[in-house]
């Protein structure tokens, strides 16, 4: 029978093996509820810009790491595209790479499949992880759709314990479920905003879009004290080519207008149809002489060659462009107001250029 001592012993025994127990619950709880918070975070993201922003900087402090970036492959520059059109273009993100192909990255991207946890190597990783420095481990999570790789979230320590072959990797790969989802609803949610903001005839953005990046770019002159030039433009005689080539033959015009002018304008500048034969294009921080320039270049290419229609023939088409600016101060705050008087401006300049013969640019009168 075992005595006092051994029985005090066994039984203190047992208490820490309960306490290890019991702390190492405690512990998986607290990595639970890290783990909802952070894929609550991607969940809760309502645009694409703002999931990328989540799964980089966000994931960076929720992990406590050096270095957070993200690949996303995008062979067709439709993500490229669709964070243009909300006026966040992929460069401005520091930590986020755009790539056509995933072949060629990384070693491990041949079958990452679930993620991959080791040591960072500077030849096999420096690709996909671009500017990180004094990196020791790295953990590569896939990010897929319909079994196909679509990137990877790299999670970068300058630990070298921090990812190693011996983790679990169940918390990190039910994240890059979640954020492929994420991921792949934020792209189609995007897709659904552009059409809502898309000119179907032309595919230029429609007048909706321009009101909301009109406020946009207004707020963000008066925030840097800077110049929002706009640039009106109308086809002359339009009406002739629908009475004499019909429809068809007008809307083949819209369409080559729009690419014409668009071969011209930076990818910068706001650029949509506003309704029937008008454009309108808004140049940030520009100033007039910059857009008379602009201005003069579109209405040349405009009328350069005719414009084939849909029977075989051709028509020389010319514009005319009326162009107006305005700077808001510090204080102002209807920028709506501001802005119903910029476009009326440039549509007060492009009547006046109508009057003089058509063909031509009119700045507004100062």
Not at 2 to 25: F, G, I, N, Q, Y
Not at 35 to 43: C, G, K, Q
Not at 237 to 251: E, L, P
């Amino acid at each position: 029978m075992p005595s006092v001592d051994e029985l005090m012993a066994e039984l203190e025994a047992t208490r820490r093996r309960l306490d290890e127990v019991t702390s190492k619950v405690a512990s998986n709880d607290e990595k639970m509820r890290q783990t909802h918070r952070r894929e609550l975070r991607l969940l809760q993201a309502e645009t694409l810009d703002a999931l990328i922003f989540a799964l980089t900087e966000g994931l960076r402090v929720s992990y406590g790491l050096e270095h957070v970036n993200l690949v996303l492959c995008d062979p067709d520059h439709d993500i490229r595209h669709l964070l243009l059109a909300n006026g966040t273009p992929a460069e401005d993100f520091g930590h986020l790479l755009m790539v056509e192909a995933m072949t060629g990255l990384a070693p491990q991207y041949i079958s990452l499949r679930r993620p991959w946890l080791g040591a960072f190597a500077h030849c096999d990783h420096q690709l996909i992880c671009p500017g990180a420095g004094g990196i020791k481990s790295i953990a590569l999570i896939p990010l897929t759709h319909r079994q196909k790789l679509l990137g990877s979230i790299n999670l970068c320590s300058a630990d070298p314990q921090r990812f190693t072959p011996a983790h679990a990797t169940d918390f990190l790969a039910h994240l890059g479920v979640i954020a492929s989802f994420c991921v792949e609803n934020a792209i189609n949610r995007a897709r659904l905003m552009r059409s809502g903001f898309t000119d179907v005839l032309t595919g230029w953005h429609n007048r909706r879009y321009l009101t909301v990046r009109l406020g946009e770019e207004l707020a963000r002159a008066r925030r840097d004290c800077a110049r929002l030039v706009c640039l009106m433009l109308d086809i002359d005689h339009f009406k002739r080519v629908n009475d004499n080539w019909g429809h068809a033959a007008g809307d083949a015009v819209l369409r080559e207008i729009a690419q014409r002018i668009e071969s011209q304008v930076r990818a910068s500048d706001v650029a949509a149809r506003y309704g029937g034969e008008e454009f309108v294009v808004l140049l940030p921080g520009t100033d007039v002489g910059s857009a008379l320039l602009l201005a003069e270049r579109i209405r040349k290419s405009v009328s350069a060659t005719p414009i084939d229609l849909p029977n075989g023939e051709g028509v020389t088409i010319t514009a005319s462009i009326g162009i107006s600016e305005v700077q808001p101060a510090p204080e102002a705050e209807d920028l709506k107001t501001i802005g119903d008087s910029l476009i009326a401006r440039a549509d007060v300049a492009l009547y006046a250029a109508k009057a003089a013969g058509r063909d031509r640019v009119i700045v507004e009168a100062a």
